[in-house]
């Protein structure tokens, strides 16, 4: 860990999904969708966002994951 000025850099190792913010999203999404069936992209997109708007896949900030 390093500090620049009211910055604090958190060094992370080259590849690590359980820190990954994105990794962590898509785990649940791909969850929640995996037994479904979607005859388009935009029902498989419908269904993305309706997660994200029900709060079924919250936003994630790394502060979450290092106090964890």
Not at 19 to 30: A, G, Y
Request: proline share 4%; with cysteine; net charge negative.
């Amino acid at each position: 860990m390093s500090t620049r000025g009211d910055v604090v850099l958190y060094h992370l190792p080259p590849y690590t999904p359980q820190l990954n913010l994105i990794d962590i999203q898509w785990k649940v999404i791909k969850e929640q969708l995996a037994c479904r069936y979607f005859t388009t992209i935009d029902d498989l997109e419908e269904a993305v966002v309706r997660l994200v708007e029900t709060g079924e896949v919250r936003s994630v900030r790394m502060t979450d994951i290092i106090a964890a």
